[in-house]
């Protein structure tokens, strides 16, 4: 009887030092060896390619998503490097005092993810006007304070030309300038409008005959009689953006 019980003690003893999994596993000893993982390689840092007109690829619709959010409108975000986002990337490039070259490399990019603000071009500043840089050939739209619309223009040329006016007889000579000064927007005509000089999509005017208008071609230099000139896909919209009575600083800033 006593050898059965002893039995059943120690079967007691191992089935007990079978319950706990901690007890089951085995503990290293100072001499034993222990693995250790390799620390994780760094993320690199993502490869952005230089980008041109022509250029296709979920890089170029990332460029156009970022350009948009900065207020500048490079047109659909399609993922295609065509003449509306180089126009675009043109405005930016000038803000940042940066060559107009369209080519969005290292220095663009580093611009694009610490953007800074264009500066005012008067010391009048009120919550909705449009501020046009004729030096840098772009030009801001305000709304309550903050930049609506950020887009390239071409402005008056320069050259000296000779044309009829509305009603004349005579033709007159002058040159072709965008005067600097302050305005307000008025008359505005929806579609195209057939001038003596050429034809106007959407035009604003705030200046006697000198308006906002979309235009077919917005090269990267002025080029126009003497009207603003802007892409046609901004032109779309710029009526809505600025109302009639709003004031216009046109400046030619350093």
């Given amino acids: 009887m006593r050898r059965r019980f002893a039995m059943i003690l120690a079967g007691g003893a191992l089935l007990a030092a079978g319950c706990g999994p901690e007890e089951t596993q085995a503990r290293p000893t100072p001499d034993t060896p222990t693995t250790t993982r390799p620390a994780p390689a760094p993320t690199p840092a993502p490869v952005r390619r230089t980008l041109k007109p022509g250029a296709k690829g979920e890089d170029v619709r990332a460029l156009q998503r970022r350009l948009r959010e900065l207020r500048y409108d490079p047109g659909k975000a399609d993922g295609r490097y065509g003449p509306s986002t180089r126009m675009a990337v043109w405005a930016f490039q000038k803000v940042h005092r940066l060559k107009p070259n369209g080519v969005v490399g290292k220095r ?6 610490a953007p800074k603000q264009p500066p005012p071009v008067s010391r009048e500043r009120e919550d909705d006007r449009v501020d046009v840089d004729l030096r840098r050939q772009y030009l ?3 709304r309550d304070g903050r930049p ?3 887009t390239h223009i071409s402005s008056g040329s320069g050259e000296y030309y000779c044309a009829r006016d509305r009603g004349a007889t005579v033709a007159r000579c002058r040159y072709a300038t965008t005067g600097t000064g302050d305005f307000r927007t008025g008359r505005r005509a929806s579609g195209w409008e057939v001038s003596p000089l050429g034809r106007l999509y959407n035009p604003i005017y705030f200046n006697g005959g000198i308006a906002f208008h979309g235009a077919l071609d917005v090269p990267s230099s002025p080029a ?3 009207c603003v000139r802007m892409p046609m896909h901004v032109a779309e919209y710029f009526p809505k953006l600025v109302r009639t009575g709003v004031p216009v600083h046109v400046r030619k800033p350093r």
């Fill in 224 to 226: 126009s009689h003497g």
């Fill in 148 to 150: 609506a619309l950020i």
């Fill in 108 to 113: 663009v990019w580093a611009a694009l993810d």
């Fill in 140 to 142: 801001v739209v305000y």
